[in-house]
């Protein structure tokens, strides 16, 4: 068995998680909700074996180098970080309603790895001027920060769903965490994302010093990660100089993680050093 199929079989193992979530929402059957934990952490141990063996299998065929350098690998990792932090919001706060909203990130960003016929799973080896140590930093700091975003999206999604919540209990919509809770959950994880692309921003400047002789260099993937801090930047501080709560921070969240996938996906359409092209 190798990497490829332990990942392929996570992305149905995400799938059922996201499923059961749902499932457990809409027709409020709690206990599916213990299976839907069950499965996501199970994705989770998929995801990371899948990861490290990949890892692996580059030694054995002489590469040696973290599974982090092509479109296929950054979605996996994505996965597994969106994963990750969504289950330690959920073990926090016990609210598993969440999952309905994050877990589906997670399995379409691992499902548009597995199964789209344009993405190569294939191993292939670094240009010389991207070995470096750098590399691992600035791609993990970066994901981890694009994660903490899509769980604020998906956040974001719930508190505007729950926003006219004058319904009767017992509606999808009363079975949601309260929008204070929502509110400041979307708030912590930007702010932590914020923090983790701030770091893969600079890492990445250093990068390219010792890579290309250059910090900076306007490369559409340079320009578009520093409008997404700038998106980022301007909700936090929103919030923090003018009190912005609830729908304005929601509704930002929104347009920066919108940022943000342009960032991932639309600048591969654009050359330039970053452009991951046709993910081989």
Not at 38 to 45: D, P, Q, T
Not at 156 to 166: E, R
Not at 172 to 181: E, N
Not at 246 to 273: C, D, E, H, Q, W
Request: with cysteine; aromatic share 16%.
């Amino acid at each position: 068995m190798n990497s490829s199929l332990v990942l392929s079989i996570t992305t149905f193992v995400y799938g059922l998680a996201a499923t059961l979530y749902l499932v457990a929402w809409i027709f409020h059957k709690p206990h599916l909700n213990r299976w839907a934990t069950w499965g996501a952490s199970a994705g989770v141990i998929g995801n990371a074996a899948g990861f490290v063996m990949r890892w692996m299998e580059s030694y054995t065929m002489g590469i040696g180098r973290i599974p982090l350098s092509n479109l296929y690998e950054s979605l996996v990792f994505f996965a597994l970080m969106i994963a990750v932090i969504y289950l330690v919001i959920e073990r926090k706060y016990r609210h598993q309603t969440i999952g309905v909203f994050a877990m589906p990130l997670a399995f379409l960003s691992i499902a548009y790895a597995s199964l789209s016929p344009n993405i190569s799973d294939r191993i292939q080896p670094l240009l010389p001027a991207l070995k470096s140590n750098w590399l691992t930093v600035h791609v993990v700091t970066c994901f981890i920060g694009y994660a903490a975003f899509a769980i604020a999206f998906g956040l974001a999604l719930m508190y505007l769903a729950k926003k006219n919540d004058q319904a009767p209990v017992g509606t999808l919509r009363s079975r949601l965490p309260k929008q204070r809770l929502l509110d400041e959950l979307t708030h912590q994880m930007v702010l932590f994302g914020f923090l983790f692309l701030t770091a893969g921003i600079i890492s990445g400047a250093v990068w390219a010093n010792s890579a290309w002789g250059r910090y900076w260099g306007w490369d559409p993937k340079e320009t578009w990660s520093l409008i997404t801090w700038f998106v980022y930047a301007t909700l936090l501080h929103a919030r923090l100089m003018r009190g912005w709560r609830g729908k304005r921070i929601a509704v930002f969240s929104m347009i920066g993680f919108a940022a943000v996938l342009f960032t991932y996906f639309g600048v591969n359409y654009l050359p330039g050093l970053h452009s991951y092209g046709s993910a081989g």
